[in-house]
């Protein structure tokens, strides 16, 4: 069983809702990641926080804001989403000292569909 | 630029019979390769990584895969598929330019499919 857990596992929201996709792990790790996956093609990475950081944002457009209250949580806050922002977002961690390990743990997945 | 390229979109199998799925890369300096499996409606699964040291690395559940710097090469082998094994699977490679955060490059993903 995965160890990052993520809520909720399916959420439908209209263009002008707010919502917010939750992720939670208790690896102790300290970077953790969004990524955004359509179906049957490689997640593609949207944001990285480093010890609580924002470390990379991959120019991903603003209506996706993420949050990282403390190292075990990680919020993705979504605003006047677009059809097209409709696929599966997978949260995941790693340790913060990546040259030890690498891996990356995923969660299971929020599927998004936006109408 | 880097990259990782699966070259097979599918690939079938029976069950039994030895399975390879294939990757090759292209990144500048040594490589951090990974294999990732993916199931209908989950994440991803770590499967085995290549940091350093012997080319044959095992992974979980039976799998394992092979580096070969001179053909730029990490494919993927189990000597006996299951039909549980059939899903999605992903060859990646750390971003090189990624200093202490996981940033991946990966491939385009290759379906495998098991049959009885």
């Known amino acids: 069983d995965t160890e990052v857990t993520q809520t909720p596992k399916h959420l439908v929201m209209g263009m002008t809702n707010k919502k917010s996709l939750k992720c939670e792990q208790h690896m102790g790790h300290r970077a953790m990641y969004w990524y955004k996956q359509k179906a049957k093609k490689p997640p593609e990475l949207m944001f990285v926080?480093?010890?609580?950081?924002?470390?990379i944002n991959e120019s991903v457009p603003s209506r996706f804001s993420p949050e990282c209250p403390n190292s075990s949580l990680l919020n993705l806050h979504l605003h006047a989403l677009q059809p097209e922002d409709s696929a599966l977002y997978l949260c995941?961690?790693?340790?913060?000292?990546?040259?030890?390990?690498?891996?990356?743990?995923f969660g299971e997945g929020s599927r998004l569909t936006v109408l | 630029a880097q990259s990782v390229a699966q070259p097979e979109d599918q690939v079938n199998v029976a069950e039994g019979n030895p399975l390879t799925v294939k990757c090759t890369y292209s990144v500048s300096g040594n490589p951090y390769l990974f294999w990732y499996v993916q199931y209908p409606n989950r994440g991803l699964q770590f499967l085995l990584k290549?940091?350093?040291?012997?080319?044959l690395v095992k992974g979980s559940y039976g799998f394992e895969a092979e580096f070969n710097k001179s053909q730029t090469s990490f494919h993927l082998k189990k000597p006996s598929a299951l039909v549980s094994d059939s899903a999605l699977y992903f060859c990646a490679v750390r971003d090189p330019g990624s200093s202490n955060t996981g940033k991946l490059i990966f491939g385009q993903g290759t379906t495998l499919q098991v049959k009885p």
């Open positions: 995941a961690s790693s340790q913060g000292s990546w040259v030890y390990t690498g891996e990356l743990f």
């Open positions: 290549y940091i350093t040291g012997d080319n």
């Open positions: 926080y480093s010890y609580e950081k924002l470390s």
